[in-house]
């Protein structure tokens, strides 16, 4: 979807083949280190992220392995995408060839709704864990197929991106668009991008809304236990973190993309809006936003979970390296408190032994030692 005021611009430029869209040195040296900057933060952020969780064996939680599939997403896009789309968009000229203008339209869409579907498995699955917890959780193995299945959908929806693709060279430069079938080609390129924008916004941001309702109330309406029930306390205090951290991630993603999806769908409906030569920097400001929340996550997971901000110690701290490697070594919650358990359960034995222990007989020994 990152070319598609590009292909606005085409449709209007095609005739003549005047470049409207050439801004000024200084504002294309601006716009160059924002979008730098994204890239700089979202690669190396989402790579210490996967890190962090594949080589802690602590960390390899159902939550944290979608959180390594939305990382590898929002790294790939940021990666492979912002830094070719900006310089598009600032002349509007492909030099990049046909294949990278098919991945280029068709990668973007794929990565979108892998990210914002990790985020929805991860919001059932508090869900499940919170609302149901007798019922059985997500295996490693049902997660990675989990994982999987998103990918092929994902890859399914934006294939008309990649099929429809196409480069054409026009007096002076080259472009590239997606050449909709003409057979009712308005209608089929309006459905199609309701659709997506459905499907990849809407819809999950309603549903993990009514989970996290449900996983909210049930747990900041819950009373903390007092001191007889501590790793109670703590386990509720854990579960109102993760919760809390996700739900800051689900919003930081809502605020970047809705200015992006309302630009797109005013552009299906009202197209002549779009070919003032403002609208060029108002697209590269939407952007900009939508692309910057592939560099917002490992943030919120460095100021709101322990262990992603000892990892990241241990990856940029030298100083902390081996603090941050103890912090991440340390046993789960769960193991915790088993090990409680037992230590009470060792306890309450020992005590029920000595009071039931059997009254002890006194004896006194004769002369030649025998006792009596």
Known sequence: MDSLSNATN???????????????????????????????????????????????????????????????????????????????????????????????????????????YSMTAIALDRYMAIIHPL??????????????????????????QYYFSATELLPGRTVCYIDWPEYHAADFKKIYYVSVTLLIYFMPLGIMGCAYTMVGITLWASEIPGDSCDHNKEQLIAKRKVVKMMIVVVCTFAVCWLPYHVYFLLHQFFPDLFEQRYMQQVYL????????????????????NSRF?????????????????????????????TQVSIYRASRMETVVSVAVQPEQKTFTRSPDGTPQ
């Open 285 to 304: 400001s939407v952007m900009w936003l939508a692309m910057s929340s592939t560099m917002y996550n490992p943030l919120i997971y460095y100021c709101l």
């Open 135 to 160: 019922q059985p959780r997500l295996t490693s193995t049902e997660t990675r197929v989990v994982v999987l299945v998103v990918w092929m959908l994902a890859l399914l929806l934006a294939f008309p």
């Open 10 to 116: 085409v449709s209007a430029n095609r005739s003549d083949g005047f470049n409207q869209f050439v801004q000024p040195a200084w504002q294309i040296s601006l716009w160059a280190v924002a979008y730098c900057s994204i890239v700089a933060v979202s690669v190396v952020g989402n790579m210490v992220v996967i890190w962090i969780i594949l080589a802690h064996k602590r960390m390899r939680t159902v939550t944290n392995y979608f959180l390594v599939n939305l990382a590898f997403a929002e790294a790939a896009m940021s990666a492979f995408n912002t830094v070719i789309n900006f310089t598009y968009a600032v002349h509007n000229e492909w030099y990049f060839g046909l294949v990278y203008c098919r991945f280029h339209n068709f990668f973007p869409i794929a990565a979108i709704f892998a990210s914002i």
């Open 309 to 337: 901000r000892a990892g990241f110690q241990q990856v940029l701290c030298c100083c902390a390296a081996t603090r941050a490697k103890e912090q991440l070594e340390l046993k789960s919650p769960r193991y915790l408190q």
